[in-house]
Each structure stands twice: as C-alpha cells, then as structure tokens.
C-alpha cells in the first residue's frame, strides 16, 4: 500500500494534485470553494437534478480506449478522482477565449432564462457529442433526461440540440424524408396559412461549426500514469475517513478482508445518498480503481457474464450489441433490461452506478434486480478463502443472512443465461413521470412453456416497490404451473398474487390501492403480451387477442419531438438599429452558459466569513419545553447560536397586514419552522452542530394540517373575501338545471434550481451592511434587515446580480433568514453566509396554496351558465404571509374568460400547522381557474355537449363588464380561441380521438381546449411604481439601472433594449450591473407580470429626460458619436445622468362595493393539448399543444415566448405530477427531485405550436406591450381537462355514469383509479379509519 499518495487528476486540463485531501469531500464544494470553478451548480446534492453536471474522462490501457462520461459532481467522491481528467463548464469555452458551439447554440435558440440548469445541460450535450459527434435526437433526449429546468420548457434546449443533429432544421422526421408539416400535423390537414410571417427565432447559418479537433485532448500524463504498471493501493486518510483504493483484485480481496465492514464503493450513488441525506457514517471506504476483473464481458455456456464494475451506461451498450447479435429467443432477458435500462435514472447516473452496485445495494424499487432474479441469474462472489456462486435469488433480495456475500466477499461478476425457445420475459414499471423517477411498482415476469403446448411449466414473478425490498410471488408461481396459458389462468394468478403480496394500508411509500392495481395490470399485460406471441408463433392452436385489446400492449405514442413558432416580425418601417421587436437572446446567456454567470453562492468568499444553518422544528403543534445547545456550541469552529431570546425585541417583522415571525418562541406551529441558528467556521461544522441541538417538545392539541380539518375546527384568518355581481338567489330559480360540485388541488413546490442563498457583509464602519441575497424583492430585504438591526434604512444595502429562478419563492421566507443571517453578521462583525440545501429549502419554505373550490351552478340546457355561487378555501399555513392577497387575486380572476350574469365567489384562508404557503406564478389563479373549468366541464357533461361548446357559449363577447365592474374588451380573447380552434384542428381531431377511443379498450386518447384573461396589475397605484437611473459617461457609454430582479425572464434585457430604442444606440453600448438598493432605492416586489412593464417606463422616463438635455447638442453634431456630445454635455454642464419614473398604473378595488378597476389589461390565450393515457397503469403523454396568445405588440418575442412556454410546463407540472407529501404528523416527505416530480425533458409535448396574435395596440403599456410571467402556468390545465378527458371516454365505455370527479394533480394514481375496470374491482380495498396512512392528502 501507498499510505499517503498525493491525489492527481486533470480539472480542464491543468494538473491538480491534493497531499492532504479529505475522502469525505466530493467533486462539487472541491471544484466551487477550493478552484473557484463555480460554474458548476448545486442543485441538490444527490444525483436528481443535473445541475452539477460535468465530463469524466479515464484512460483504459488495456483498451486503450479513453471512455468520457456525464457524471454528477455533487456525488463524486473526490478520492475516486485518481488519475481522471474532470471537464465542467468552464473548460470547453469562455466568453474571454472562445465560446464552444454547445454554449453558443443553447444560448442562441434561447434555452437559457435563468441559467442556473445551463451549466449541467451544456456538459451533459457536451459530453454526447464527445462520444457520439453527430447523434439522433433520441440520444440528445436521452442525454438530457437527467437534467431538470424550472424555466425554459426545455423546448429551446431540444431546438438547440436539433442543430447538432444530422439532419437539423425543424423537422426532425425529415431524416426519413418526410416532413410533419408536409403530411400536415397528426396527419390531419393542416390550418390555412394566414398574413402571418413566421420568422426564426435563431438562425443557424451564424453558428460556430462542431470541430471535434478543438476539444480538449485527454492529459498525456494521466495516460502514462495508467499505463505505469504495477500500480499499488492508494489510501487517503482524513480527519474521520480513509478511504482504499486497491488497483488488484488480490489487494482488493485482502482490504476487504482486512475491513469487511468498509463498503465497496463503485458509483457513490447509493452509498452516497446515504451519507448525505441518512446521516449514515463509513470510516473506511474500499473503492476499486480500474481493476479488470470487475469489467468482464463474457459469452459462454449459454450466459452472458458481466462484470459488478460495469457502468448501467456500458451494460446498456452491451446489452443493445447482445440483442442485435443474438436470435431473439435467447435475448429475452436483456430485451427486458435494456427496457429499463432506458429509464432508469438520467445518463449521469447511468454511467456512474455500476452493476455490482445496483445489485447489492438491493434498493426496494430497484429496475434491474426484479429481472435478474426472474432470469435466474448467478453471482459470481471472491473473497481470499476462494471463490463461490450464489442466485440472486428471493433470498438474496430479502438480505437473508444464508443466501447473502460474507463481509469479506466481492461480487466480481454476474452471469445472465440465454432464454430459451418457449421462454418469454418481461419488465414493467410505472412513475410519476415516465423518466428519471424511482418506479412505484416495478416488475419482472418469466414463464416457460413445454414445446408449443402452452401449458406452463415453469413461472417467475418479482415485483419491486411494493415491500421493504424486491418481492417474489413464489407460491402462486407454484401453484399456476401446469395451467394453460389461458384467462382462466390469468383470473386464478391475479387472485393469488393479490393474497400473497400483502400490502397493508399503512405501507410506506402510500398509493396503495394504485399499487394493488399495478401487481395485477402488470400481470394482466404480461398475459397479453405472452399470448400474442403465442399467438405469433403458433397461429392455430392460440387465439387472436381482440383488436381493440392490443392496445394495452402498445406503448404510448411518441414522436419526434418537433414545434413550431409563429410570430409576426417587427413593422419594415422601423428604424433597423432599433432592438425593440425583435428576438433578441438574453444578455446573460453566454455567461449562463459559460458558468460565467455569478450567483449568490458563487460570489467569494470574504475574509473570515462563517456559516449559517437554521434548526428547524420537528413537530408541527408543539410547546417547546427546552433547548439544549451545550452539545452543538461545544463542537470545533462553532462560534454562536442565534435563538429567539437573543432577537428579543427584534424577533418580528410586517411587510403585509400581519407581522411574521423569525425564531419560534416557546411554541412550534409547523414542522419546518425556523427555531434558531448556528453558525459555525465552516458549513460543514454548522450542519454537523445544528444535528446536536437538543429540543425537547410537549405536543399540542389540535394538529390542523388539512383544509377539511381547518374547516372542522374553524381555523381562518381574518378576513374572508367575497365579490357579488348579480343576483345568484334569484337566478337560480329560472334555470333549467342546477349542480353542486367541488375539486381538489394541492400545492406546488417553487423548486427554483438555486436555492435560497445570502450573504451578508458587514462593512466594518458606521455600521453599514452588504446583503447580497437571491431575491425578488430588496427594498424588503433592506427593510426587515434595518429593523432587525435597529438601524436605519441607508445603511443597510441589498444587491442582487440574478436570481436562479423564483416564481414567487424569494420573497417572505427568504427576508425573514436574510433578517437572521444579518443579525448574526452585525453581532459577530464578519461575513456571514446562509445557502439551503435543496430539502431545507423545500421544507422551511412554503409553496403555492392547496385550494378546495366548492361550486353551485345554475345553468340552461343549451349550456348557459346563469348563476354560480362559489366558495374557495386556501391552505395558507402557520401565517398569513401573502394569502390574503393570493384569494382576492383568486376571486377576482376566477370568472377567467367567462361572463357569469349572476356571480357569488367566498374565499377564506385556512390556518393550518403546514410551513406558510406563499406567493406562486399565477398569484391564486391557477387555482380558481381551475375551479371554474371544472364546473364548466361538469355543466358540459349534464348538457351533453363538449366543455369546449360550454366554454365558448360562456366566453365574454368583445366589450363587456367584469364582476368588478370593470369594462374589458375582449375581442382578443375570442380571435385567441378562434385561432387556437383552427390551428389544432380541434374538430377534426375530436372526432379522430373519438375513433381512436372506439378501437382502442387499453388506450385513451383525450383532447381539450381552454381559453384564459389573464388580467394584469397589482390593485394599487402605489405597488405598481417603478425608478430607474441612467447614467451616459464620458466615453458615450450608458449604464442603467432599474428595480426589477433578474430571474429569468430577461427583464434586464429588454430594459436594455428599451434604453437603446430609446437613446437610439446600439445595445452593445449599454451596460446593466444588476439590482441595488444604493441605486433604486424603495423599489417595488419583482413579480405580477409587470417587472418589464413598470420598470420599462421608467427607463424610457429617464432616456427621454437625458435624450431631451442632450437634443441641442446632437442636433449641432448629427455626425458626431455618443462620445462627442457626452463630452460636449459635460463641457457645457449639463448632467449625464436621469432618474426615471412611473408613478404605477391606474388602479384600486373596493372590496365593500365588491367593485373598482384593480387591473390595467388583460392577456388573452388559447391552448389546445391531446393526451393519451394507458387504462392500465395511469401513464400518460402529451402528444400535442398548440397555444395562441395576445401579447400586445411584443418588445422581444423570443423572451415572451420563453415565458409562455416555461410557464405552461410549469402548470402543466403542477396540475398532473408534481405532488407533495406529507405524514399525518405534517412532515414534509418530498425533499428533493427523487421524491418530488418537476416536468422533465420527457414530459414535454411531442409537438408543441405557439403562435402570437398580431401585434395588437395597448396605449397605457410599453410599446403596446403585454407581461407574461404568469398567464401561461394555467394554460397547463389544458391537459389536465385532456387527462379528463381520456378516462371519461374509459370510464364511459366501461360503463360507469355520472360525472367522473378529478382532483389535481391528475397523477398516474388518479387516473388509473378512474379508469375502474375488473382489475381495480378485484384488489382489496381497506375500511377508513381500520389503519393510519402513511401520508395526508394536503
Ligand atoms: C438520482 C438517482 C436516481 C436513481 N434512479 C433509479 C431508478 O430509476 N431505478 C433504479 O433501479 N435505481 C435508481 N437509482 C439507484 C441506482 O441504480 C443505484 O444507486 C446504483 O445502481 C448503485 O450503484 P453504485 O455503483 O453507485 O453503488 P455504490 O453506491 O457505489 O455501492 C452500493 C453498495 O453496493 C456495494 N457494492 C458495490 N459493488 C460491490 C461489489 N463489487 N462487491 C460487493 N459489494 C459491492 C457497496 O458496498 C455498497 O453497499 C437511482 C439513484 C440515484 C442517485
Ligand atoms: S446537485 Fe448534483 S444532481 Fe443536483
Ligand atoms: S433556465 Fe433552466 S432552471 Fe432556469
């Protein structure tokens, strides 16, 4: 052994070497605090978002073959790094030296807005087209499946990638040679070519070429370093770890021998994990390095033997080779694999988890093993007593100690046998979202027949997910062999499996009764799947399945994913120097994409700065007996604990109606609630400190976590809302019919990739403080913290560059730690720091409000809605943060596009022991839209018409009056409707699903169409002012400054844009710093779809202030340049520099009158979504969206579309798979992306067309223009009611009546529990109330 090597590896090329590393660090916090290569990103820290996306590289000298792989940094252990070449971000291009292609493309199609995802998605395309330079769209798609984004939509990203591709430009079918928009979409005809231009919105003539000889060649050093032999077993130790890393199997046998406690590292992604999110501590480590016996391949005796050490990634590829090679009998097996191997996890993790590891690791939802055990496979164990072969087997999966590897034994390989003639397998899983997400149930079946008679000779069923490991259905295995294969059989296997795999109502992981219907589905399919190839290979003696039958084995519809964009160009007259108009990309993307970008966390750190961690409450009602923090303060490098006793005085804070308040005092209302803080030298010190303080807690009576509950114990806050226009009580009594409904919806997470992040620095004289804060709003930030320190508002300063996504998340919560974190910097006089992780952050923070809409509605049989009475309970959680003004932005949006003549709408906020939900995209909207879609589709269902011929019946007709009494017009939102009709040709396309419904029984096509009037404004003159400061110098350069927040949507681009229209200058002229209070000061929140409105015209303000001083000037020197006449300016003292102003648009409600103009416009949209769902499992896809919006006259469409498009992903997200879940003690289990669900690449529409209204004038806004922040998320509903849609058309021709009743999200448990059948008849089903669930629907 090596006792202390130095760590040696490549980072972009230079040599890093490391005498005294310490093993428990990984990749990520080593590149971004120890060599300041921050464009890697934290995302959170265990495999699940792609953020830390960066190339590994290694040199195999017996290959001689250089394998480079996407790998995720937060789960690298920086030990396993020996002798590999690490490329992030900043190694393949810089805006100093050179941009790579990748970086320029994803920038140019406009697949950055916030930038934070960009650095991860820029490596993982990286790294394919290092391995693959020319590859299909299928492997971009693939490529990406691991990386999330909360902004784009993802669609930019697919275009960008579309370039690389072989054949690029739209259309990727075009490969085969004909083009989608030559057959017309769907095959349908296709809607008529208007007056409308359709300019791209990038142009690929102006490309970098892909030149693989430019890419960083592997380090000459590192190969010769590999192929040195022999090498020995190196060993790192650290303060509490050491880790192995034996280079021969014999020095491996003899570590493990030595420590046969130590695990095996090979990916990390499992041991990892477990350190991390577990507390689970390891003090020796074994990590092979490069030994060969743990990477063999071998065909022999009829099996394929793979060695543990091979990447998921390598046995795929080997796998697909095998299929191709081998008859298809005896590919069975890893047919199945590949299956799964296709989904499991994203390509980082696939390339990092080797096989040995997957196996052993033995995880309950684990792909691989239920099939590998079904195979019959064999493992291949050493250890230096000798070598021996074990099944991987039942009890090899339960971890029975007689069926198990001894501490000392390695698995060296695992041998997969050929299927044979009569032998037929199969893999099944369902998720929440088709990719990257752990399967809910999962399973492998094998049976074997005699020579074609059909009877069963031998049977094997797994199933994952449904126990506290992989599950074997061994007795009823037994008891169905010699069956024939028949639906006799099939009836008797699911009765059996059903009484064998018990699952209890209170089993972990909840969706029981889903879970029961799977085991059966899954049999159910296999059944078919086995008798059509019955069927296939003995035609006479097996029967046909019926037609309508097949269905169930088809996989859902997918295409290639293609879109198009329509939007009109800017007018010819415009001057050509004038950016206004024209999709201009964001100004921070080759930064974002280049990793050049700074966040919060990514600024330096400052001198003798320390961290700050909060502890949070365990226990969601609660008394807090006693704190005991002598543990935590006592450990090295803590310096302090922040608790409520030391904010006494301090410890609260009002920006609403209500004061909130930072430290728990002697009660805990939530799990979650921040009850002090520690703050130590270092982060690791602080998390390892804030574990040992002690909390003693007495709960409390009542514990409220539902809006049911808080109804039962009438728990609200005050006061409740009401809008009243017409007369409900009288109308009801002359409709034709009336209906009482309600539905459900559950929150969102904001699940903004940067985390909550801040810094805080104090200046060290006149008490002047920095905050440097990813947030939406400073002047806040800038208050609290004042307050918080006694101090007056101009010596505390918030700077914001950007901010990593938002969405209404870094508002409330984030003041009330930035108060604390300022608090701890002022007392200790040094920099501190605070940065969530991504499950603190989901925990502490709130999200958007779980709403219950219960509806009356009144109506004629020809579909008119004449009187609706509605009533809307919100979540709001321990405070009222900003829920009193989320449920009147409910309200008085909740009419959308409809014009109710007699109109009741209540709304309260309940006050429950949830974390306070707060202000989300779309403000209340989403969620009383929804409310209202979903009367109006019930109201269809009694009338016997489609919703769509409900909706538009209802729909305002041009100039009208709201509930507000508020004139709008709304011609735009029926040309939105009329347009998005056409485009997707709706009525040929119904009547198409329909048919599709009528021969399919497995597979259910649904289409719906939704209108919205999104109106805009924030409902005070006062909220909605706006400053700006422009400064020309010398040089003729211009700075500006404004008070909106860069999050994203590019306000800071357009604000450029503006200035150059405005001071008609070339953009690249401008310069724009970020977000400060030192500059504008008392700015208003960033959000509400108004940043660029407001803040525009305040810029323009200030350009015509300065361009108005210096007319007299220009026009003396028309020829001269901006530095002339600055320079002239000054010589004849005339300032440089304008403030700019918007006092806010017109607005106030009077909620006593129930009347008032509270918005200043409307936006206007359509969308259109196809869906198809299987009956079987609830999986579903999004075939097809078109969306048609108003946005006024756009000052930069390519961001405006980015906005539509982003957001409707968003809703989508929220209203079909993202799901929270919590304990009925309130603990918030969803903690991060492998729990919690965002929409990833594989979710988004096949085929997705957005079109643009022409532009339309607006004349108080900017340039005619629209906000669209929000507008968009509701658009998602579109396939939620397409969701509806399919499993009414199931349910309907199963035979169930009456309204089918579906809450949001519409999940794959929800559907398939709709589509009720002779499967979900069969399972048990549990009493309420005989058993305690493992989780509260909220
Ligand atoms: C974000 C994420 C998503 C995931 N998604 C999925 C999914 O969709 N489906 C799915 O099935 N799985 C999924 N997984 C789990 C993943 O498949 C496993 O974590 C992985 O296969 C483990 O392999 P590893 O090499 O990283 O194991 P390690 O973490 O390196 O080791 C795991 C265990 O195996 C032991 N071990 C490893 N090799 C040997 C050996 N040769 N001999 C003896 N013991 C050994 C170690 O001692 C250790 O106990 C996911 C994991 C993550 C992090
Ligand atoms: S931070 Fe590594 S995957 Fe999320
Ligand atoms: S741009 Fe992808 S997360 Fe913001």
Request: overall charge neutral.
């Amino acid at each position: 052994m090596d006792p202390a090597p130095e760590l040696l590896f490549y980072v972009n090329g230079r040599k890093v070497t490391e005498r005294n590393v310490d093993p428990e660090i990984t990749l990520l916090p080593y590149l971004r605090k120890k060599l300041r290569l921050t464009g890697t990103k934290y995302g959170c820290g265990g495999g699940g978002c792609g953020a830390c996306t960066v190339m590994i590289s290694r040199y195999n000298p017996t290959t001689k073959k250089i394998r480079h792989y996407p790998a995720n940094a937060c789960l690298i252990p920086i030990c396993s790094l020996y002798g590999a070449a690490v490329t992030t971000v900043e190694g393949i291009g810089s805006t100093k030296t050179r941009i790579h292609p990748v970086q320029e493309r994803i920038v140019k199609c406009h697949g950055t807005q916030c930038g934070f995802c960009t650095p991860g998605m820029v490596m993982s395309i990286y790294t394919l087209l290092r391995n693959h330079p020319e590859p299909t769209l299928d492997q971009f798609t693939d490529a990406l499946g691991g990386n999330l984004c909360r902004c784009t939509g993802y669609r930019p990203i697919i275009d960008a990638c579309k370039t690389f591709c072989k054949s690029s430009g739209y259309c990727q079918s075009k490969e085969s040679g004909i083009c989608c928009l030559d057959q017309g979409i769907n095959g349908l005809p296709e809607f008529e070519e208007g007056n409308k231009t359709s300019p791209k919105l990038f142009s690929e003539e102006e490309f970098l070429p892909l030149d693989p000889t430019q890419e960083l060649i592997f380090p000459p050093e590192l190969m010769i370093m590999a192929k040195k032999q022999p090498q020995r077993t190196k060993v790192f130790s650290g303060d509490r770890m050491t880790w192995i890393s034996p280079v021969t199997l014999k020095e491996l046998l003899e570590a493990k021998f030595k420590y046969p406690q130590a695990p095996v590292v090979m990916g990390n992604t499992s041991v990892g994990p477990e350190v991390k999110f577990k507390g689970v501590f390891h003090p020796v480590i074994i990590s092979p390095d490069g030994i060969e016996e743990l990477n063999v391949v071998n065909h022999e005796n009829n099996e394929l033997t793979l060695g543990a050490g091979l990447s998921l990634a390598q046995v795929k590829n080997i796998l697909a080779d095998v299929v191709q090679k081998l008859p298809e009998e005896k590919t069975q097996i890893y047919r199945a694999l590949l299956k799964h191997l296709g989904t499991l996890a994203g390509s980082q993790i696939r390339s990092m988890a080797s096989l040995g590891g997957h196996i052993i690791s033995r995880h309950l939802d684990s792909d691989l093993n239920p099939l590998l055990a079904v195979g019959n496979c064999t493992l291949n164990l050493l250890s230096k007593e000798g070598e021996r072969q074990i099944p991987l087997n039942e009890q090899f999966l339960s971890k029975c100690p007689s069926a198990d590897l001894k501490p000392q034994e390695i698995l060296i390989s695992v041998n997969i046998p050929y299927s044979r003639k009569w032998e037929f397998v199969s893999a099944f899983r369902q998720a929440q979202r088709q990719q990257n997400a752990l399967a809910i149930v999962n399973s492998g079946m094998r049976v074997f027949f005699g020579e074609g008679d059909g009877i069963v000779r031998e049977l094997s069923i797994f199933y994952g997910g449904v126990g506290a490991t992989t599950i074997c259905a061994k007795n009823s295995c037994q008891k169905l062999i010699g069956r024939p294969w028949d639906e006799e059989m099939l009836d008797t296997a699911c009765r059996l499996v059903l009484d064998e795999v018990l699952l209890p109502g209170s089993a972990p992981g909840g969706k029981v009764e889903f879970k029961r219907t799977l085991i059966i589905s899954f049999l159910f399919k296999f059944y078919l799947e086995v008798s059509q190839i019955l069927k296939r290979m003995d035609p006479v003696h097996y029967p046909s399945l019926a037609d309508k039958y097949e269905s169930a084995l088809e996989d859902l519809h997918s295409g290639h994913h293609w879109s198009t964009i329509e939007y009109q160009n800017v007018d010819p007259k415009q001057l050509p120097q004038d950016p206004i108009g024209h999709p201009i990309v964001h100004l921070s993307g080759m930064k974002h994409a280049t990793g050049e970008a700074i966040y919060c966390d990514d600024m330096p750190a400052v001198d003798r700065e320390l961290f700050l961690t909060f502890v949070t409450s365990s226990r969601a009602h609660a008394k807090i007996v006693s704190i005991d923090l002598s543990e935590a303060l006592n450990l090295p490098g803590v310096v302090d604990i922040v608790t409520a006793e030391h904010l006494s005085g301090v410890n609260s804070f009002c920006l609403f109606s209500k004061p909130e308040k930072f430290l728990a005092t002697d009660k805990v209302f939530c799990v979650g609630q921040l009850v002090c803080a520690v703050i130590a030298d270092s982060e690791v010190q602080a998390k390892r400190a804030a574990k040992r303080v002690k909390i003693v807690y007495q709960d409390l009576e009542p514990l409220i976590l539902t809006i049911e509950e808080a109804i039962q114990h009438n728990s609200f806050f005050k006061p409740e809302r009401k809008l009243e226009y017409g007369n409900v009580d009288e109308a009801f009594k002359v409709v034709d019919q009336i209906l009482e409904g309600e539905i459900y919806m559950g929150g969102q997470e904001h699940f903004y990739m940067e985390t909550q992040s801040m810094l805080v620095v104090p200046k060290g004289e006149d008490q002047e403080m920095d905050v440097y804060v990813s947030t939406q709003f400073p002047r806040y930030i800038q208050d609290i913290v004042a307050s918080t320190l006694k101090l007056p508002a101009n010596k505390v300063m918030c700077h914001v560059r950007r901010v990593g996504g938002a969405f209404g998340g870094k508002v409330i919560k984030t003041g009330i730690m930035a108060a604390v974190t300022a608090f701890a910097a002022n007392k200790h006089g040094r920099a501190v720091r605070c940065i969530l992780e991504r499950g603190e952050d989901m925990l502490i923070t709130g999200g958007r409000h779980p709403y219950l809409g219960r509806y009356k509605a009144g109506f004629m049989n020809d579909g008119r809605i004449l009187a609706l009475d509605m009533e809307h309970y919100t979540n709001g959680g321990i405070t009222l943060d900003e829920s009193l003004l989320v449920i009147e932005m409910g309200i008085l949006k909740m009419d959308n596009a409809y014009k109710f003549p007699n109109l009741r709408c209540r709304a309260w906020v309940c006050r429950t022991n949830l974390p306070s939900n707060t202000a989300f995209r779309g403000f209340g909207f989403p969620q009383a839209g929804l409310i209202t879609e979903s009367c109006i589709t019930e109201v269809a269902g009694k009338c016997g018409l489609s919703p769509e011929k409900v909706r538009m019946i209802n729909m305002y007709k041009e100039i009208d009056q709201t509930p507000y009494k508020q004139e709008i017009n709304a011609k735009n939102l029926i040309q939105c409707w009329r347009e998005c009709m056409a485009m997707s040709s709706y009525s040929l396309r119904k009547a198409a699903v329909e048919k599709f419904n009528t021969e399919n029984y497995w597979k259910k096509k649904g289409l719906a169409m939704v209108p919205v009037k999104f109106p805009v404004g924030l409902g005070s003159v006062a909220a909605g002012q706006a400053a700006a400061l422009v400064h020309i110098y010398l040089d003729g350069s211009v700075l500006v400054t404004h008070g909106g927040i860069e999050m994203g949507q590019g306000v800071h681009t357009k604000m450029i844009q503006v200035a150059s229209r405005e001071l008609r200058m070339p953009m690249s002229n401008i310069h724009l710093r970020g977000t400060s209070t030192e500059t504008v000061p008392n700015t208003n929140i960033s959000g509400g779809s108004v940043v660029a409105d407001l803040n525009g015209l305040a810029v323009k303000d200030a350009c015509q202030t300065l361009l108005k001083r210096l007319e007299p000037i220009i026009s003396k020197n028309p020829q001269g340049t901006w530095k002339n006449w600055a320079q002239t300016a000054f010589d004849e003292s005339i300032s440089l520099s304008a403030i700019g102003y918007f006092r806010g648009y017109e607005s106030d409600m009077n909620w006593e009158k129930g009347e008032g103009h509270p918005f200043e416009y409307s936006v206007y949209g359509a969308a259109c979504s196809e869906v198809e769902i299987d009956c079987l499992t609830g999986d579903h896809k999004n075939l097809r969206t078109d969306i048609v919006m108003d946005v006024g006259c756009s000052i930069n469409p390519a961001l405006d579309i980015g906005q539509i498009e982003g957001a409707f992903i968003q809703g989508m997200g929220l209203y079909t798979i993202e799901e929270l879940d919590y304990s009925p003690q309130g603990v918030l289990y969803t903690r991060g992306p492998n729990q919690y669900k965002i929409p990833a690449i594989c979710d988004i529409p096949t085929e997705l067309h957005i079109s643009l209204l022409p532009p339309s004038q607006n004349s108080n806004t900017l340039y005619s223009s629209k906000g669209l922040g929000e507008s968009g998320v509701f658009l998602g509903c579109s396939v939620f009611f397409a969701l509806h849609d399919a499993v009414s058309a199931a349910r309907e021709e199963r035979g169930l009546t009456g309204p089918v009743r579906l809450s949001s999200p519409l999940t794959p448990e929800k559907i398939r529990m709709a589509c009720e059948d002779k499967l979900t008849k069969m399972i048990p089903r549990d009493e309420p109330g005989s058993y305690v669930p493992w989780n509260v629907p909220i």
